[in-house]
């Protein structure tokens, strides 16, 4: 191929434009057989041929000629899947050793075909086709390693989504070994981006962080065998000056719960590579002649309006295509945590007492949290042994269920499913089953060890217990943690060759366990927990109704986590609870309005005991939820924009719209002395549209609202939060 078209290596002689209803990614082929990235933006309209695109690119020095053709030179151009060992050094997206210890691998287009439908990835989540996306399948091939590799792309059209994934298939007759495999690989001829990111720790998870872009390599990761509290699977690159309403940006997310990678680099001719996929640290695959090896997904989206355009297109495809339907589209319940009421400490008649007062007050689902089962009395025992306490439930869980149905609440139920206690049963009949190399001692954190889940018998255990749990009681809710990092990443259930393999293997587990306990049990509510949001991944998405976004319930604190949680993930996915003050976690005291204003923002839940509350208090409470549930629709499912305003430091303000109705919020964090409050100004509403306060009765124009606002008042000793309700007023 190479010698036949020397002549035009540097031309593009083949091009692939994938098109949504505004948007385009368009790829090429150099004459050389090399496939390159051309073009990610706004739709053209024109339908440009990139045929000469590189034909007058100047050249570089001190650069290495590719294929023997002088002035070739492959790291000048934006490559599309870029490997090792030809003449591009940048960072690779694909690594492949083979056999005899080489990691030269040279992809060559091979062709480019329109499937009859979207693939789906074995043993991955990823998105639905639903008969209203095209996929491409994009062919290289390296003969002399013996590899083929295809690049899925889907295109959504009304989404304007696009989706891409890999699959690596040996077709040698000799083994070789995958060490690194990417989802996504971008190059972008320009420097001048933002890099953003969603970063934090335990309790402060997914702050959105800015950073100007700099020569070299820059971006987040995890190696925590989780996607992790202090990162989160997501990357994006801004134009300059972009915000919330306006700037270009290119987000990629990626649909993978464990140890992951999206970065950034900078190379010396001021071009940018955005690259996202799963963490080549301690990754390995042995792929034998005839395997194949899939990544996960990556989920690509461009905005030229800011981030709230593409937060808005990110909702409404993870929800209409990732997120388990019918369930997605149904409304969350109010529910009652009992954590923060009880911790341990409870019996049947306690359990009662709180059931009941909850459904005074509008609680629609009591879930019942740790200590239910086993000798479970402290965080040093029975997680494996998933048989309840009868004596400290009073009885059978089925019985306790039955009257707790009986008060008119649904049931649900924490499980800890992935560790195991020391001080278990469990334990006792299968220390084989955790993560260990049998030379050091396993790490004991929390007092639990991890479960092996790549080992099929542990997979197959974890099925039974939740099928048992299940199929014996009415559980409506199942609220699923995970509260440690994977240490001690070995497996007794596989030789030494296969041990780079294990951390993806376990949540290649992971998913077949929900996978199978989901589709037995299709109408089954879940909620996702990794000590808070330590594992809030598209992953997760697509197997759970709702995600705890952090352990901090705090309403100012959660400001920062749930805007950053809630640029990629629908605000139906997140669970908001209204807590205790002072606050558990931070010491805070928040008023109510705010408290309730903040955890709406997400599905509204509960962490209190309502049996120290005064009478005052619950008729606030139930006050807070009968709003709540009149506007649920919107708030749960309604349009968010975060809105501008004027102290970026002190002010938070978001809206939430759909066809009936517009509900603005506004937090202040703290009192400013003499000031004059300044105007909450809105966004994204037609001009000549007229809305009418259904708390004033005022009547305002479209324009107005973007323009001139409405009027903030001055914050006062109990008045931290506003809320607007707005309609569309038709003469």
Known sequence: MVAEMVNDYREVVQQFDFCTQHCQMTIGVLGSGNIVSLYFGDKLPSKPSFRQRFTAMAKASYLADTDGVTDFRLEQFPQMYPTFGNTDFRSPALIIRDEVGSITTDLRFVEAKKTAQKVRISGLPSSRDDRDSETYAIKLVDIVVGVEVTIFISAYYQYDVFTQHVVIRNIGSKNFQIERAYSFSWDLMDDRYQLLTLTGAWSRENNLGYTDLHQGFQGVDSKRGASGHGQNPFIALATSGANWNQGAVLGA?????????????????????????????????????????????????????????????????????????????????????????????FDHDQIITLAKKAQRIGVEMFVMDDGWFGQRSDTTTSLGDWQPNEQKLGGKLSALIKEINEIGLKFGLWIEPEMISPKSILFQRHPDWILKDGQHLPQLTRHQYVLDLSNPQVQDFLIETLDNLLSENKIDYLKWDMNRNITDVFSGHFDHTRQTEIEHRYILGLYRVLTVTLKKYPNLLMEGCAGGGGRFDPGMLAFNTQIWASDDTDAIARLNIQQGTMLVYPPVAVSGHISMIPNQQVGRITPLKTRAIVAQQGSLGLELNLSILSQNELVQIKREIDQYKQLRKTLQFGKLAQLPVYDLMNEYAWMKSDQELIVVDHIDILVKPNTVPKRQLLVGLSQEQRFIDLNTGLIYSGDYLMAVGLPLARPQKDFFAQRWLLKKYEM
């Not at 963490?279 to 990544?295: H, I, K, Q, V």
């Not at 905005?303 to 589209?329: A, I, V």
């Open 253 to 345: 997310s990626l649909v993978y719960s464990g140890n992951f990678i999206a970065e950034a680099e900078v190379d010396m001719h001021q071009n940018t590579r955005i690259q996202i996929g799963l963490n080549p640290f301690d990754f390995s695959w042995r792929l034998g002649p005839g395997e194949e090896f899939a990544t996960p997904e990556a989920t690509l989206i461009y905005s030229n309006q800011g981030l709230n355009l593409l937060s808005q297109r990110y909702h409404c495809f993870y929800l209409d295509k990732l997120m388990r339907e019918p369930l997605s589209k149904q409304p969350r319940p109010v529910v009652l945590n009992s954590w923060e009421a009880m911790f341990f400490d």
